[in-house]
């Protein structure tokens, strides 16, 4: 049967891929410990390692040469912005996951934040069902905190959790559960399914008209700033929420040095917080915004030098538990105008580990290695969302959710080619190091030789 045609960003008609496994042999892999193994892929799982999946290479099997490549646990996004239903003008599942599996993810998070809210289990069981369809990642859906993200009454949380899609993960990213009463009752609530409220930290009555950090950069460019103490309160206050109730809180894209001392300090006293931090937060500083270029405007905002070398060592040292993309495609209109009106945002799901290689596993100045790479941004990410069949270890009889990369490949960050349906990374023009050849999702070929692979039979 032939699969659906969908449109890429061109217009052009493109063929879905299909569900399906294959038998795979991988030669000569590097494992994130630095060893060497064949793998065979069979049946979804990884069937055998070593010398049993070597005896199979002349049984007609298709065999792939990955000398020189390490192989990952798939990458599990806890953040993603889809944007679909409603603004299918920036994003669509279909587009959205297909770039995933290009960066190297076998599992996103699709943020809550769409037209309408994904604040029913109706519409977290339509985002699920079009990952499904799709078929290039498993789509975990994030469902809202409270009502159209209003900050007024809570979501349909129990009833999202016990929807088809199973959620476990509960944002209003983009607005700040600011309302403390409200954030104690969520956390309260998603206590009784093990969920977990995800924070966007930020204090709305300091940032009203801010656009970028607030400090020296902002003073001299004249454009409102957005203060650190914003985030960090928030912060402070929700893990003390979190203490109280003994429930699970999760913050958001965190950006300070500040909120990673209070995120330290409350891990020391045994509160159920986990952080996160974007690749973008990892490598660049507010420097960047000195050209007035809205592709470096984003929520929260790129801050100072001395932030960006906080975070890297809060993620190297397990204060922050993993790197999350924060995805989030606009169309050109959207960014194609003055630094004031612009939208807040920047793409990620394709350069991300590029980064992260950037910026934590080449650096001087912070250890960083191939199983750091892994557990912040597969096994972890898995653990916080409850994705209990995703970042497992490369294994046998473990599910075949496997990434292949380069690490001695570099590639030019190049907009429209770039697979995503928006045009606005923050890394245009810049050469990255660390190229994904291969992506395996289910022990299915989604990316091979770096190209998305379409496959038939999708009803």
Avoid at 26 to 48: E, N
Avoid at 206 to 221: H, I, K, Q, R, Y
Avoid at 295 to 306: G, S
Avoid at 433 to 459: H, N, W
Wanted: glycine share 10%; proline share 6%.
């Amino acid at each position: 049967m032939s699969a659906p045609a969908s449109k890429d960003r061109s217009g052009a008609s493109v063929a879905a891929p299909a569900r399906g496994t294959s038998e795979y042999l991988i030669l000569g892999a590097t494992l994130p410990d630095g060893s060497t193994t064949d793998l065979l892929l069979r049946d979804g799982v990884i069937a055998a390692t070593g010398a049993e999946a070597t005896s199979a290479r002349d049984s007609g099997v298709s065999t792939i040469d990955a000398t020189g490549l390490v192989v990952l646990p798939g990458l599990v996004d806890l953040h993603t912005h889809l944007r679909e239903p409603g603004r299918e003008d920036a994003e669509t599942v279909w587009s959205g996951t297909r770039a995933a599996a290009l960066g190297g993810f076998t599992c996103v998070h699709a943020m809550a934040n769409t037209q309408p809210v994904a604040d029913t289990a109706g519409v977290v069981e339509q985002v699920w069902r079009l990952g499904r369809d799709a078929g290039w990642v498993d789509v975990r859906p994030v469902g809202a905190v409270t009502v159209g993200l209003g900050g007024e009454r809570l979501a349909e949380l129990g009833a999202m959790a016990d929807s088809a899609a199973t959620v476990r993960v509960f944002s209003d990213d983009g607005v700040c559960v600011d309302d403390p009463v409200l954030m104690r009752r969520a956390l309260e609530y998603v206590k009784a399914f093990d969920g977990v409220i995800a924070q966007h930290a930020q204090e709305p009555r300091l940032t009203s008209g801010a656009v970028m950090n607030e400090g020296v950069v902002s003073a001299e460019l004249g454009l409102t700033g957005w203060p650190a103490v914003a985030e960090e309160s928030i912060i402070a206050r929700d893990v003390l929420l979190a203490e109280h109730v003994g429930s699970r809180v999760h913050i958001c894209h965190l950006s300070t040095a500040g909120s990673v001392d209070i995120v330290r300090w409350a891990k020391a006293r045994g509160i159920q917080v986990t952080a996160e931090v974007t690749p973008h937060h990892l490598l660049l500083t507010d420097e960047a915004v000195r050209g007035y270029d809205p592709q470096f405007k984003v929520n929260p905002p790129l801050r100072t030098a001395q932030d960006v070398l906080a975070v890297r060592q809060g993620l190297a040292d397990g204060t922050i538990d993993i790197v999350a993309t924060d995805h989030a495609p606009h169309p050109s209109e959207d960014k194609d105008c003055e630094f004031d009106v612009a939208a807040f945002g920047m793409t990620g799901l394709e350069t991300a580990l590029s980064v992260v290689i950037e910026s934590m596993v080449l650096a001087d100045d912070v250890e960083f290695g191939w199983e750091d790479v892994a557990r912040t941004m597969s096994s972890a990410p898995a653990a916080i969302g409850r994705v209990h069949d995703q970042g497992r270890p490369v294994a046998v009889g473990e599910p075949a959710h496997l990434t292949l990369v380069d690490p001695g490949s570099r590639w030019p960050v190049v907009p429209r080619e770039l697979l995503t349906a928006s045009d606005n990374t923050p890394f245009a023009g810049r050469e990255l190091p660390g190229r994904v050849v291969a992506t395996f999702y289910g022990g299915r070929a989604t990316v091979l030789d770096a190209t998305p692979i379409p496959i038939e039979g999708l009803a």
